[in-house]
């Protein structure tokens, strides 16, 4: 008998689990669950709230996990609609004796409401690990745009969202501040910051592509997002809008209000009437999350003429580091969504994100694993975003010191911040890979080096540990 391959590709219907399993939710209607008003009103924002949904089932463990991790670790507050908490252990209700566990298994809660054990106790956080990992402050050209590759910028319109992700990006501006982590704050009115965005993109032809972004466009009145967007529709060289949310997953019912369809048909018209391309980016991690709901709303998006809905989900272990489970979700949201897998991102440096964080090595394997069972164009790319480059595929590095866990990437453009960097474009740039994830000898190597603090001392951390592999491989050649 031949071996079966690695996975096997099923047809899946997609399901709404049932949320009377939870004890608060048992009366709520179907009218009710589909109303973003009783959504955005029953988000789940304490741990007194969390307890209220899930009645006295969960052992008290799981409670004081959450608390330690909320004082100790978190860098994101809890913030988590129904819908959300809905596709935590979906079979399971909370009063069932298997709840507990299943609950501190789920993916889904894995990384949207972390708990203590969930993170390294040897070494939570990388030495490079840092707030704004990829330095996006550092290259904006106005508040909250950052102009990091040729021709496109990042727009942060807002700094919040409908439900907060425990490994954000941008937690040092996205939410609200936690004991570990006091939030960075716009100073700018959002009007003032509107009016510099948009006139910096009037007075630079070469940007071509926006992507519109925050927090998350979901909360913001639609009133003033299309706004926004109509100012940015006038803008001749913007050929390319991209609209972040992922609110369509954790909010769908948003993106089915009456008003905000209309408006979008509305953007969809004049775009297409100028020939510029808006499309929607999501965020989904698991196929889980990828309900009738979130089907529904894609569809209601698509329906308006714009562009496209794809995914960009966040690489994570525990989570969906694992082909089979990518597959599963890439095939949950190419069959029944319309959405389109795109990327996958390895989950950035940031504290205490060592538990999520897979090597280069693993995201290369993975990407292989997913080659040939998507169609092409539906088969997502794997990318590291690397800090002072920006995304990379996972192949493309230029060199990868596996023994210290460091990979060497290169860069074909400057950003704002490099413009007479005559270095910028030959010099290579690191990234680092969980350290726990090392052979021995490379673990030991770290825990001889002393703390960096400063871009000098990671230069020269990277040239110690290149040495030592130089003199590691000169010995076994001698
Ligand atoms: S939705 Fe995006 S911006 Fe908001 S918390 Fe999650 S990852 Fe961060």
């Avoid at 018209?269 to 990828?290: E, F, L, M, P, Y």
């Avoid at 690489?315 to 597959?327: E, F, K, P, Y």
Wanted: with cysteine; charged share 25%; net charge neutral.
């Amino acid at each position: 008998m031949s071996p079966a391959d690695p996975y096997v590709y099923q047809a899946r219907e997609l399901v709404e689990p049932d949320w009377t399993r939870f004890p608060a939710w048992r009366q709520v209607t179907t009218a009710e669950w589909e109303s973003v008003q009783w959504q955005r009103a029953h988000c789940v924002k304490t741990i007194g709230q969390l307890r209220a949904v899930l009645g006295d089932g969960i052992n008290e463990r799981f409670y004081a996990d959450l608390e330690r991790d909320q004082a100790e670790r978190a860098t994101m507050s809890m913030l988590m609609p129904p819908q959300m908490v809905n596709t935590m252990v979906p079979g399971v209700a909370p009063n069932d004796p298997q709840a507990t566990e299943a609950l501190y298994a789920d993916p889904v809660r894995r990384y949207m409401l972390p708990v203590f054990p969930d993170r390294r106790i040897d070494r939570p956080s990388h030495p490079y690990a840092t707030r704004d990992s990829l330095h996006e402050q550092d290259m904006w050209v106005a508040e909250g745009l950052t102009h990091r590759y040729p021709t496109k910028v990042l727009a942060e319109l807002l700094p919040t969202c409908p439900q907060y992700c425990g490994h954000c990006t941008r937690m040092d501006l996205v939410g609200n501040s936690t004991p570990q982590v006091i939030k960075l704050r716009f100073g700018a009115k959002p009007v003032d910051r509107y009016d510099a965005m948009i006139d910096y993109l009037r007075r630079s032809p070469g940007v071509r592509d926006v992507v519109v972004s925050g927090g998350d466009v979901a909360n913001m009145p639609f009133t003033n997002l299309e706004r926004f967007l109509e100012r940015l529709l006038e803008i001749d060289n913007i050929r390319d809008i991209r609209l972040a949310t992922k609110a369509l997953m954790g909010l769908p019912q948003h993106w089915l209000q009456a008003e905000v369809r209309a408006g979008m048909e509305r953007l969809g018209a004049t775009a297409r009437d100028r020939g510029v391309q808006i499309a929607i980016h999501t965020h989904v991690n698991h196929a889980n999350s990828v309900t009738p709901l979130v089907a529904k709303a894609t569809r209601a998006m698509l329906d308006t003429g714009i562009r496209d809905v794809r995914n960009q989900g966040v690489l994570m272990a525990g989570v969906n580091a694992d082909a089979s489970q990518l597959l599963d979700l890439c095939f949950a949201l190419t069959d029944r969504t319309g959405i389109l897998p795109y990327y996958f991102y390895m989950c950035d440096m940031i504290p205490f994100s060592e538990h999520w964080r897979v090597s280069v090595a693993e995201a290369q394997r993975l990407q292989h694993a997913l080659m040939g069972y998507l169609p092409g164009f539906a088969t997502p790319r794997i990318v590291c975003d690397v800090p002072f480059v920006g995304k990379r595929w996972v192949h493309q590095l230029a060199d990868y010191d596996r023994e210290h866990g460091i990979s060497y990437w290169t860069k074909n453009y400057r950003t704002s911040i490099e413009r007479d960097d005559l270095e910028a474009l030959t010099r290579t740039y690191a990234y680092y890979d969980p350290i726990h994830t090392l052979p021995t000898e490379g673990q030991r190597w770290w825990e001889r080096q002393t703390a960096p603090d400063s871009r000098r001392q990671q230069v020269a951390a990277e040239q110690a540990a290149r040495a030592s592999r130089q003199a590691a491989t000169a010995q076994a050649s001698s």
